[in-house]
């Protein structure tokens, strides 16, 4: 039997921008983790932590959101198995005409 857990929403603050002044001040980033695995055995693995193993990643200094997706990726896929995937929103880039995100989704 195959489950999936998701989790909508985690937040992290870091200095994102292939600008130097987009990366004056941190931001909030969105993330959206989903996890397909064996649900023969549940819970499939502690949200919480899957939760907290990301906070040591706030502060950090990324250009683009696939970066950032691509670092929680491969933390996620080291600590527990499954086919994860990972979606990073990054709200209000700095472009003209304003858009109201830029999304970006790393998947097995």
Same mark, same amino acid.
């Given at each position: 039997?195959?489950? *999936?857990?998701?989790?909508?929403?985690?937040? %992290?603050?870091?200095?994102?921008?292939? %600008?130097?002044?987009?990366? %004056? #001040?941190?931001?909030?980033?969105?993330?959206?983790? =989903?996890?397909?695995?064996?649900? =023969?055995?549940?819970?499939?693995?502690?949200?919480?932590?899957?939760?907290?193993?990301?906070?040591?990643?706030?502060?950090?200094? #990324?250009? #683009? *959101?696939?970066?950032?997706?691509?670092?929680? #990726?491969?933390?996620?896929?080291?600590?527990?198995?499954?086919?994860?995937?990972?979606?990073?929103?990054?709200?209000?880039?700095?472009?003209?005409?304003? *858009?109201?995100?830029?999304?970006?989704? *790393?998947?097995?």
């Amino acid at each position: 039997m195959t489950g *999936i857990l998701e989790l909508r929403g985690v937040s %992290l603050t870091v200095f994102l921008g292939a %600008l130097p002044c987009e990366k %004056l #001040f941190p931001r909030r980033v969105d993330l959206d983790v =989903s996890c397909t695995g064996n649900a =023969s055995s549940l819970p499939m693995m502690d949200y919480s932590e899957v939760s907290s193993s990301l906070a040591p990643l706030s502060g950090e200094s #990324f250009e #683009f *959101i696939e970066q950032v997706a691509d670092r929680v #990726f491969r933390l996620l896929k080291a600590r527990w198995p499954g086919d994860w995937s990972v979606t990073v929103k990054k709200g209000f880039p700095p472009v003209n005409p304003t *858009i109201e995100c830029a999304v970006y989704t *790393i998947a097995d």
